[in-house]
């Protein structure tokens, strides 16, 4: 079972405010990054270290995080953002690189 | 512009090994700023880290394949590879190889930033 909990689907209106998110204790300790991921597509980092953006990403993505909560939120989301999300941070393992995914989020777009 | 390429059988017969390769270009293997791991989706399900690795062959494990996994790195080629023994049709599933990029060690923020397109391993006699 996933360190990390993510709701399964979601959806938002076009050009409508919505916020994916991911529940985990390593969460108070640790930074999470986000993915979008489109079906045939490489998987695409949007969101790292919490609330940074990769270049190239557009600036209506955001990541914010409390307790043991992060989130992704989009503003004025397009049609073109109705994937697939997945949360990552580092696992309670104790080993430095061992991470964890969400189990993922789809967001639709209606 | 890096990039990544993994390449390797798409059928596996169940109870032998997986072996993939990513291949990368546009820059090199070597450094200390980044580490290469592999990541698996089995169909309708999410994204599983398998392992990672550091240029010089230090290697991190999911604990739960950890008996079965194998992550080598080979910087004259600029490649790393991935070994899973003993598959079953649990081990079928989407195989992206991806850079593990350090943005700041001191306060642990690693993040996956560049991915391969992926490929298909079905696990079948």
């Known amino acids: 079972s996933s360190e990390l909990t993510q709701d399964p689907a979601v959806s938002v209106a076009l050009g409508q405010t919505v916020r994916i998110t991911c529940q985990g204790d390593s969460l108070r300790i640790y930074y999470a990054s986000w993915y979008q991921l489109k079906p045939g597509q490489a998987p695409v980092l949007v969101i790292y270290g919490t609330n940074n953006r990769p270049s190239g990403i557009p600036d209506r993505f955001s990541g914010s995080s409390s307790g043991n909560t992060a989130s992704l939120t989009i503003t004025g989301a397009q049609a073109e953002d109705e994937a697939d999300y997945y949360c990552n941070s580092r696992d309670s393992s104790g080993n430095h690189l061992n991470v964890v995914f969400g189990g993922g989020t789809k967001l639709t777009v209606l | 512009q890096l990039q990544l390429q993994e390449s390797g059988p798409g059928l596996v017969k169940p109870s032998e090994t997986l072996s993939l390769t990513c291949t990368v270009s546009g820059g090199s293997i070597s450094s200390s700023s980044y580490y290469w791991g592999w990541i698996r989706q089995p169909p309708g399900k999410g994204l599983e880290w398998i392992g990672s690795?550091?240029?010089?062959?230090?290697?991190y494990y999911n604990p739960s394949l950890k008996s079965r996994v194998t992550i080598s790195v080979d910087t004259s080629k600029n490649q790393f590879s991935l070994k899973v023994s003993s598959v079953t049709a649990a081990d079928t599933a989407v195989y992206y190889c991806a850079r593990l990029s350090k943005y700041s060690d001191y306060d642990w923020i690693y993040a996956f930033d560049i991915w391969g397109h992926g490929t298909m391993v079905t696990v079948s006699s």
């Open positions: 690795i550091s240029y010089s062959g230090s290697t």
